[in-house]
């Protein structure tokens, strides 16, 4: 028996019909001016070369003393974090009672393609340590690193222990040469020496095409498609152009800091190894004795789980916790299950630490 | 006129476009059971729609045009992929109306559609970007076009026997006063070429994949006939498209064979990027015209500058907060004696910086060259009471005092 029974009425007929979607899906994106995004009110408090340290307002009567610094990666942008009202883990860290500050690097210039590691963990992150430090009043503060913040706060926790109370990562590679590293293996053989030479820094378009190359029918291609389903209705455009506009908001990468986080973390796995060195320091996990939450996520196709995993092995502290989000990469910051979970996890513990 | 409609697919183009569709695969102009071989670029729903939207673009150029562009064209390619489908559920109808082997009928019309995807990149290609990344070649095109001994065509791609003919050509020693730019030419198209080598490895490689995908996806149908498991929509087959061509690129990309391919595709790829620097450069030198090799330079100086200052802020704050340092303990000290001892003072200022904030804000007004002058001779002063309290270790007492003063130092914003 022949399974496949459509007939030519029923083919065009749902060919009408997405027909007839696609056009109100054009004339509702065509309607959409301005995409918002990051909700949640803040102030500029501190400003160096691109970066801009943002203090966020309280949304709640009592704070938690210590204040936590969220370290963003150089890819993309921070607003992923507060994307929008309801899908906002800073949102969700205010309410717990949080009091959020957030460093913007900002999108570098061609005159920036000298800055190192060194500049960014022991320059501007330092820098905005030390400014919250005096403003709160405290001897050492809360990190929570995002995805590559996450590595930078690491490096930062193992050499500026007298400054960090409790740090938290957020889907953070740890170990870069697990099997299922599909970023990892890809650039394994590239000499990245030459590529900075030729291109000093490494413009964002480069990234994205690399991110999108791990999945390309999925998407650049199936997602397009799919998106003619939700069209009729503008919120949920909406949704997808506040998240389209964020994954193709990509900053060049600064040359230098290219060079050295590809070549220590990608190719010579140097973290896990203890070989990264940031100026003139060796970064030892081990020297991490604060206390430690992980928080990786179980279905990330950029940083696998057992990447995020290996830094219980590395660290020296006694207070270690780990947390599986049910997701992906992205949507541990901005799915309605991360909104329910990560925020009040992470004030959880907190509290019970500051 | 598209304006009077209300959605662009109220146009009566566009269903006559449909009819005409409609009427062909419903069999009036035999195009059914012939996929590849009447597809026909006039009535395809891929251009029904590329003729609508030609007409709907003007009214809808926004800041979304992006996403626009993007939606349109994976539709296409939607649409493309389920027109040749739609031809081939209609053969496997007409087959089984004539009790022809389902199974048998598929592969032979996968194979139809095999040749078809082969010849026609419109389906899905997304290494475009390779593409973009090829900018300085056209810049280098142009420099080779209006060189004597080379043509742009140099850079086209050749047969093997004119590749061989290539090489040697580009083995000619340089010679005579221009042969160091003649030189630098002949490395440039030999790293084009090695490029252009890779580049096409690549795509034979991407075409490779795709017919694997195929393959793939023919078996899943059959296993789908054999399982009993129905296909509703067309929407179905394009994701099981979707899926078998994921399923076969993720399994080739962490082979070793992608990683060097990809590697080498890259890498051939900057060096011809990095050779047409240096010819651009050689060309602006000989213009007086800024070149990016000079800009870096200044961008390097101008960064080693930026550490510099950071670092002379750094320590005038360290200087400054010193000065407020001893300039609050002064009356603290005095008060001190007749009051607390001087120590716990001295813990409390390092324990909470905020409080220094305030002491520097206090003192921030009467910054003059004069105090300058006095931090000297109190550093001074202090540097002499240091070794003093290093050659009296037996005290516990200086011990002490040396502490806190160290810690007081030691503070950093």
Same mark, same amino acid.
Request: charged share 25%.
């Given at each position: 028996m022949n399974n496949f029974q459509m007939n030519p009425v029923d083919i065009v007929s749902e060919i009408n019909e997405f027909n007839a979607k696609l056009a109100q899906g054009l004339k509702t994106l065509s309607e959409i001016e301005d995409i918002d995004v990051g909700v949640s009110e803040k102030e500029p408090v501190y400003k160096e070369d691109n970066l801009v340290l943002y203090h966020f307002k309280p949304?709640?009567?009592? %704070?938690?003393a210590v204040p936590l610094l969220i370290v963003y990666a150089l890819?993309?942008?921070?607003?992923m974090a507060d994307l929008q009202d309801g899908r906002s883990m800073i949102q969700g860290l205010l309410d717990e009672g949080l009091d959020v500050y957030l460093i913007d690097w900002g999108y570098p210039q061609s005159?920036?393609?000298?800055?190192t590691l060194d500049d960014y963990i022991n320059g501007y992150i330092d820098r905005c340590v030390d400014f919250i430090r005096e403003a709160s009043n405290q001897e050492k503060i809360n990190l929570l690193g995002i995805c590559q913040g996450g590595c930078f706060s690491l490096c930062y926790s193992a050499l500026h222990q007298d400054k960090v109370k409790n740090l938290i990562t957020t889907?953070?590679?740890?170990?870069?040469?697990?099997?299922?590293d599909l970023l990892s293996h890809m650039v394994q053989q590239i000499d990245i020496d030459q590529v900075v030479d030729t291109m000093g820094n490494i413009p964002g378009e480069m990234l994205n095409w690399t991110f999108l190359t791990l999945k390309p029918y999925t998407l650049m291609g199936q997602k397009y498609v799919d998106l003619v389903d939700i069209l009729d209705d503008k919120n949920k455009a909406l949704n997808f152009m506040r998240m389209e506009k964020w994954i193709f908001d990509s900053p060049d990468q600064v040359g230098e800091t290219y060079r050295q986080f590809i070549k %220590?973390?990608? %190719?010579?796995?140097g973290l896990v190894k203890g070989t990264v060195k940031i100026g003139e320091q060796t970064v030892d996990?081990?020297?991490?004795k604060n206390p430690v939450l992980n928080i990786y996520a179980k279905d990330d196709h950029l940083v696998p789980p057992d990447s995020s995993r290996a830094l219980e092995g590395c660290?020296?502290?006694?207070?270690y916790q780990s947390l599986e989000f049910p997701g992906g990469h992205i949507g541990i910051y901005v799915s309605g299950k991360a909104q329910k979970m990560i925020p009040p996890a992470v004030g959880q513990w907190l509290t019970e630490r500051s | 006129m598209a304006n009077q409609y209300k959605t662009p697919f109220d146009n009566l183009d566009w269903s006559d476009i449909q009819k005409q569709f409609m009427d062909a695969v419903m069999g009036k102009k035999e195009t059914f059971g012939m996929p590849g071989n009447n597809f026909s670029s006039n009535t395809s729903w891929a251009d029904a729609m590329d003729f609508w939207w030609r007409a709907f673009k003007p009214e809808s150029v926004s800041a979304n045009e992006n996403v626009f562009n993007k939606m349109l064209e994976q539709c296409r390619s939607y649409y493309l992929l389920s027109q040749q489908f739609s031809e081939i559920y209609q053969a496997m109808q007409k087959a089984q109306q004539g009790s022809e082997d389902i199974v048998q009928f598929l592969n032979e019309q996968f194979q139809n559609l095999e040749s078809l995807f082969a010849e026609n990149n419109?389906? $899905?290609?997304?290494?475009? $970007?390779i593409d973009q990344c090829e900018q300085p070649a056209d810049l280098l095109k142009s420099f080779m076009s209006s060189?004597?001994?080379?043509?742009?065509?140099?850079f086209n791609e050749l047969s093997p026997e004119l590749k061989k003919v290539r090489e040697q050509f580009l083995s000619v020693p340089g010679v005579g006063y221009s042969r160091e730019t003649q030189e630098k030419m002949q490395e440039a198209l030999r790293l084009w070429a090695s490029y252009q080598d890779n580049y096409q490895e690549f795509h034979s490689v991407m075409a490779r994949l795709n017919h694997d995908a195929l393959g793939l996806m023919r078996k899943r149908l059959i296993q789908m006939h054999k399982e009993g498991e129905s296909v509703e929509s067309m929407r179905q087959i394009y994701n099981i498209w979707v899926d078998s061509n994921e399923k076969v690129y993720g399994e080739f990309v962490f082979t070793e064979e992608y990683a060097e391919l990809n590697a080498r595709l890259v890498n051939s790829l900057m060096a011809f990027k990095n050779k047409s620097h240096e010819i651009t450069e050689d060309y602006l030198r000989t213009m007086n015209l800024p070149t990016s090799s000079s800009i870096e330079a200044l961008e390097r100086r101008q960064y080693e500058l930026r550490k510099q200052v950071r670092m002379l802020e750094a320590e005038m704050k360290a200087v400054k907060s010193e000065l407020t340092q001893k300039t609050s303990a002064q009356p603290e000290q005095q008060q001190a004696k007749s009051s607390k001892p001087a120590k716990s003072q001295k813990t409390r200022a390092r324990k909470k910086p905020a409080r220094k904030r305030k002491s520097k804000a206090k003192t921030?007004?009467?910054?003059?060259s004069s105090q300058v002058v006095d931090f000297k001779k109190s550093r001074l002063e202090k540097e002499k009471k240091k070794k003093a309290e290093a050659a009296d270790k037996a005290t516990s007492k200086s011990d002490n005092k040396k502490d806190a003063s160290a810690g007081m130092i030691e503070i950093k914003f």
């Open positions: 949304r709640t009567k009592k %704070q938690n890819v993309n942008r921070p607003y005159v920036d393609k000298y800055l889907v953070t590679p740890v170990d870069f040469h697990t099997k299922d %220590q973390f990608y %190719q010579e796995n996990l081990e020297n991490i660290v020296g502290t006694s207070d | 419109q389906i $899905f290609n997304w290494t475009n $970007f060189a004597p001994l080379y043509t742009g065509d140099v921030s007004e009467v910054k003059s």
